[in-house]
């Protein structure tokens, strides 16, 4: 049984790895840290690790980007998009008005992940312009938080997993500034995994360093791709915490790895005198195409 190490039970990570795997048989193993996470697989007590690494509104999520290229050393074996769904949560009794109804004035703090509080900016200006917003490690331990202090007048931006793993009631359903929010995930770990998925597209993702003085570097590793008609997805400029200044470029390119066509862009960018590091090559699978026709 595979070992899957990620966020705490009831995040937007536990939704999703719910929706990929389906029902394989694995065991589930969370942690309150990103940082576990990774160290999890690396320590040999996880085969693989989900990693949340972009999403709609607020783009790149620096930090777990930053520890997949610079911290550890685990290919990327799968990617897939879940929708981020939040909602505010807490003690409804706790929220209820003399007349019965909800009175958000009585939210003195919200807990979330910082990702997904800036994902509810509308919603706070609208209703909770006077609350504390204070940032978990997760949008679950916001929920468990909350949670841990009845009576306190904190609630949570969480999952419906995370209402009902933690007995919070919803309060305010899919409270995110746009619905088309979308988190892009990572499959990470040493051996390749078999997924009973159709996936969209093969995608390979590489760190590419620029030669220093070399006039024109980035135009010439973009020529290499572009003549052999090779898309982009992404492309996404780090620095390398080295030296300031020092930047590298973190690249998605829509192909396999074993393409001859990308074998040969590589080797060119190569010549060039720039660093290349491949980081995965792997199936995307797509939320939309899951969904039943209608």
Request: glycine share 6%; hydrophobic share 40%.
């Amino acid at each position: 049984m595979k070992r899957i190490a990620l966020l705490p039970a009831g995040s937007v990570s536990h939704e999703a790895v719910d929706y990929l795997l389906g029902d394989e048989p694995v065991e589930l193993i969370h942690y309150k840290l990103i940082s576990d996470v990774f160290m999890a697989v690396v320590q040999g007590k996880a085969d693989y690790a989900v990693i949340p690494v972009e999403n709609t509104i607020e783009g790149s999520v620096s930090l777990h980007m930053d520890w997949l290229v610079n911290e550890v050393d685990i290919p990327m074996r799968a990617e897939w998009v879940y929708p981020s769904i939040q909602n505010l949560v807490g003690k409804r009794e706790e929220f209820t008005g003399e007349d019965g109804s909800l009175d958000f004035s009585k939210v003195l703090k919200v807990l979330s992940h910082p990702v997904a509080i800036a994902q509810c900016r509308t919603f706070i200006s609208e209703h909770l312009p006077n609350a504390e917003l204070e940032n978990a490690s997760s949008t679950a331990e916001g929920a468990a938080q909350a949670a841990a202090h009845p009576g306190s007048g904190w609630a949570a931006f969480s999952t419906r997993l995370g209402a009902e793993r933690y007995n919070l009631d919803v309060l305010a359903e899919r409270v995110t500034d746009h619905d088309n929010n979308y988190t892009r995930f990572v499959l990470i770990g040493p051996e390749r995994i078999n997924l009973d998925k159709r996936s969209e597209h093969e995608k390979t993702s590489m760190q590419v360093i620029l030669p220093e003085d070399y006039a024109g570097a980035l135009h010439q590793v973009l020529s290499a791709f572009a003549w052999r008609r090779l898309n982009l997805s992404r492309i996404e400029s780090r620095p390398t915490k080295k030296k300031l200044g020092n930047y590298y470029f973190y690249i998605d390119v829509l192909e396999a790895g074993d393409s001859i066509l990308l074998k040969a862009a590589v080797e060119e960018i190569a010549a060039l005198g720039c660093q290349v590091r491949v980081l995965g090559s792997y199936p995307c699978f797509d939320y939309e195409a899951e969904k039943p026709e209608v």
